[in-house]
């Protein structure tokens, strides 16, 4: 699904060009759910405008579904840490906006509308936000509009998921009730995920496979698998494996961070 | 009751101002010529009602059309401005220079070109007030949250899409607002004009009634001014409140 062939990206900074990523390669297969984890300011977020084809690399290349990214690829649904809703719709409304954007639902829009509302208001029931489509998104509280984003995210259905840090914002129960919904809403779709966090319990407990990122320029400097049978409740956080992995994973970006 | 009294505040405020008004006229006997009292002044509305209400329809016409074109104007170049980073950065300059020109200086200019009357008029309330709607719908623009403008980049859209979608709804709250200011801008403008060069409206009949030492009336004018201003920015502060209500509410919210 996605394949990225050290890959270097400068971009100009104050003092000269400045390498956000340098020999990066990482591979992620179609149905997957990966995470990335690493220290901050390790270029995570040009990770995930690489693969979206937001930004062009310096060198090397990333190829998405077996073709070179050129541009856009219209083919992900992204959400970020701040659910960035638009205040002057409703939910539904938002909801319904990358259908008014990206094809084929864009030009089918004004004739297939009352399908589209329906759709949006079957997938706000699975995130458990039935009946709120027609509520502003500033009436909803932060872990709401988070679950709403997520829904823009996968309205069009896209074959691949972009998380930047979207859980970042919240408490720990709502993040862990986020986890849930996301894992359920996954083993439904199985569509494939690039989940980019600080928090390493969340990579552990979500992805199937856990990439380590270096600090800046950043290269992915570790693989772990984590191989949990599926289904995972949220008591498999408390198993000695779970645990052994992320005390693991969280040496390794002590170790990156001195270095 | 103190929510009625404070509702009540400004009118008391208002007649306190001018019982304090009379009274100091009254008790240090003020002529006239220098500071008319109310109760004078108030005669002179009466006397001179319709010279006063004629011409307060031309200032009303002359800042309203003035006003008209500041926001059609000012909508279509703020757009403009905000849409590309390299047209404001080569248009900010421009506009700076020419908005901090007193907007009396070139009344005269406007004179000389299309003669004493109400196009000056028009004219200066329209150029002393699009600047601000400029501004104001520029910036909107510009500030548009980038993390959202990926996520619609990454679906393909395309630049007209980005503002279509997002870009101009989000720049209305501050279109909005800044009709505010561009409406008391643009009648401050027709009156300068008028009371530069111009054979009516109100800036006009002050400036006669003062050459006549009509002070009493030169007040009503005041007055009058006053009362249209007032009511002209109750219009736009409704019209905003009106359009743009979700900026208002989603204020104070978590993630608005």
Same mark, same amino acid.
């Given at each position: 699904m996605i394949d990225i062939e050290n890959v270097s990206l400068a971009y100009a900074g104050r003092g000269g060009p400045v390498l956000a990523v340098e020999g990066l390669n990482l591979a992620v297969a179609k149905g997957e759910f990966a995470a990335v984890v690493g220290p901050s300011g390790c270029g995570k977020s040009t990770l995930m405008k690489l693969v979206t084809g937001l930004v062009r690399p310096t060198t090397g290349a990333v190829r998405v579904n077996g073709a070179a990214v050129s541009g856009p690829v219209k083919i992900a649904g992204m959400a970020f840490q701040n659910a960035n809703m638009l205040p002057w719709r409703t939910v539904a409304d938002n909801l319904l906006l990358p259908l008014e954007i990206v094809e084929p639902y864009r030009s089918q829009f004004r004739s297939r509308k009352a399908e589209y509302k329906a759709r949006v208001e079957d997938l706000l029931a699975t995130v458990g936000? *039935? +009946? /709120? *489509?027609? !509520? /502003?998104?500033?009436?909803?509280s932060g872990g709401m509009q988070q679950r709403a984003s997520l829904c823009r995210a996968l309205i069009h259905e896209p074959s691949l998921l972009m998380l930047d840090e979207p859980f970042a914002a919240l408490d720990a129960f709502t993040r862990e009730e986020l986890w849930c919904v996301l894992r359920d809403i996954w083993e439904r779709l199985r569509f494939t995920v690039v989940l980019v966090t600080h928090d390493l319990r969340e990579a552990a407990f979500l992805a199937d496979r856990v990439h380590v990122m270096s600090a800046r320029p950043g290269r992915i400097i570790e693989t772990r698998d984590v191989? &949990?049978? !599926?289904? !995972?409740?949220?008591?498999?956080?408390?198993d000695k494996a779970f645990t052994d992995i992320v005390r693991d994973l969280r040496d390794k970006i002590a170790e990156v961070r001195k270095a | 009751m103190t929510d009625k009294l404070e509702k009540l505040a400004p009118w008391l405020f208002v007649v306190a101002l001018f019982a304090i008004w009379e009274a100091a006229c009254r008790i240090f006997s003020v002529p006239n010529i220098i500071l008319p009292a109310p109760s004078a002044v108030w005669a002179a509305m009466v006397r001179f009602w319709w010279p006063l209400l004629t011409n307060s329809f031309v200032t009303l016409w002359t800042t309203t059309a003035g006003f008209l074109m500041a926001v059609g104007f000012g909508l279509l170049l703020g757009l403009v401005v905000g849409w590309s980073r390299t047209i404001y950065r080569g248009l900010y300059p421009v506009m700076i220079g020419f908005n901090s020109i007193p907007k009396v200086a070139v009344v005269p200019i406007l004179v000389m070109w &299309? +003669?004493?009357?109400e196009i000056p008029a028009i004219l200066t309330a329209f150029l002393i007030s699009f600047f601000p709607i400029v501004v104001n719908v520029a910036t909107g623009l510009a500030t548009i949250e980038p993390e959202l403008e990926d996520v619609l980049r990454a679906l393909g859209a395309s630049k007209l899409d980005v503002m279509r979608k997002v870009g101009i709804p989000r720049a209305m709250p501050y279109f909005f607002g800044s009709l505010k200011v561009a409406i008391t801008l643009a009648f401050v403008g027709a009156v300068v004009s008028e009371t530069i060069a111009?054979? !009516? +409206?109100l800036g006009h009949l002050m400036t006669q009634a003062g050459s006549n030492f009509q002070m009493p009336l030169v007040f009503a004018g005041l007055i009058v001014l006053a009362i249209e201003g007032i009511a002209m920015y109750a219009v736009t502060a409704w019209l905003e409140q009106r359009m743009t209500g979700w900026a208002f509410r989603s204020q104070g919210s978590a993630g608005g």
């Open positions: 936000l *039935g +009946g /709120f *489509g027609h !509520r /502003f998104p500033w009436e909803l191989s &949990f049978p !599926r289904p !995972r409740d949220l008591d498999v956080c408390y | &299309f +003669g004493i009357g111009a054979n !009516r +409206g």
